[in-house]
């Protein structure tokens, strides 16, 4: 192919000749008017936002520093599950629960698609790492994108520019791996024609090649779509990369909690989108003395550390949290995080005098632009803000962000919670007997679907370790990982696991348990159960505590509702088996046998 003449393609900031390789193949492919390279700056920040206001994607707030308000297209507003693909050269290896096509395939159709797609834009090049910078493997990637929006929202949740470029090439000179994500909205723009606020097109593919760890995103702007640092990388591709090198990629949060003795515990907890993971991330417990700090709301990586024990480290470096519903009540570190302004927030109400706003926040406004760039009153039939509207927040901006939050070891975790949102059946919380009861728990975990995933919200679906959506292989092998991963430590060492539902309703549908700053009750418990100080009754389904057992002091609640969000109900609990006899039929042949038998024993337990 003869070299087509595009500004700046050349401009390459790096030696690393698969980058420069791959980076000219695209932009011939593509076409951009220009190539950039990102290089992470304030003054490029201030020129792409800048920008970003001119053509309408973005306004710029008032009332918080160096943040804006942007509005998508009204199709392009969640994760596309039915379009994301994972390409594995085997069908088996992406199994029942991922979309799957032929990479050849798959790639000859996409290479179609983005032929040209970029004409008339920028083709920005963003160099990123997953994790700190300082690890010494630092897992590096490089997004490709005709979207500025990626850009400063890439800005924001990963370490990324000259900073991550630097990490390409190796003191020695050797080059390093990276992951290719390709990211185009699909919308060129013939000369002179006029651009949309929010470009996508209705043809959308979220791909992964995870032989290859490439990924390839085409017709969405929005978060998780867009955003190929995300889950596209740091849990596709990552825990693929996970099962071959002995580790897991996890929809986790972490957090660090601190007794009133000061003894340290660091806690990892998966919940499906839009079920709390944030607000339990920087929990205000309601315990005196009681301390929780942040190191992560949405992603875990975890590795053994020398000393056996299972190390937590968060690859983001920003929170792209669920707007509504987040108040000074709910979450106020959130809140206090983006008050210090560096913030995006996608499809939530623009105030008049221009600050955002949001359901959940107090009283509304007599006046507000909604999320559709509508007029919108109190009165009004629809919510001002999307459910699924987001706040993109510099994580160093939060108020309790714990110290070791870039420390490339990890932090040694304790306790590993699993939840889901279930307004009946689940209790408030249980403890599992060992690690592969603890895996049993993960893979049966269940929750009712949210506005994060297009489709019916409400649904009871399986959600297997919050990961459905995430896992980049087959989820009988996924399982099958986290049996042989508790296999390779000491049973003492290994965090121990519970099963929380922080959403279970009365006969009056209201919620039994507060939650938010109440959980860390359920926190408290936890940990004196892992120092051996704490009750709990042994039902059919693991450890359970009593309305005794659980420090309730203070807590505004009745004790009937918190004994009703604690039982264990055997009918409810036989009606489950058939949901999960269901769900491991679907899995098939890869289900690991001891999960088969855990069910077996849980059956029996509850006959
Ligand atoms: O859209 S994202 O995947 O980035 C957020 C989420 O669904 O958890
Ligand atoms: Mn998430």
Redo the contacts with the bound molecule.
Sequence with gaps: MTAVAIPGVDNAPTTHQRLLSWVREVAELTTPDEVVWVDGSDAEWDRLTTELVESGTFTRLEKKPNSFWAASDPDDVARVEERTFICSVDPADAGPTNNWMDPAEMKSIMTELYRGSMRGRTMYVIPFCMGPLSAEKPMLGVEITDSAYVVTSMRIMTRMGTKALEKFVDADGTERDFVPCLHSVGMPLEPGEQDVPWPCNETKYITHFPEEREIWSYGSGYG?NALLGK?CYSLRIASAIGRDEGWLAE?MLILKLISPEQKVHYVAAAFP?ACG?TNLAMLEPTIPGWKVETLGD??AWMRFGEDGRLYAVNPEAGFFGVAPGTDYHTNPNAMRTVERGNSLFTNVALTDDGDIWWEGMGEPPAHLTSWKKRDWTPDSDEPSSHPNSRYCTPMSQCPILASEWDDPQGVPISAIFFGGRRANTIPLVTESRDWQHGTFMGATLSSETTA?AKGKVGVVRRDPMAMLPFIGYHAGDYFQHWIDTGKRADAAKLPKIFYVNWFRRGDDRKFLWPGFGENSRVLKWAIERIEGTAAAQETPIGYVPTVDDLDLSGLDASKDDIEAALRVDADEWRAEIPMIEEWFAKIGDKLPTLLREELEVLKQRLA
């Design positions: 998780g889950k929809h989108s993971k949405d992603i994060a």
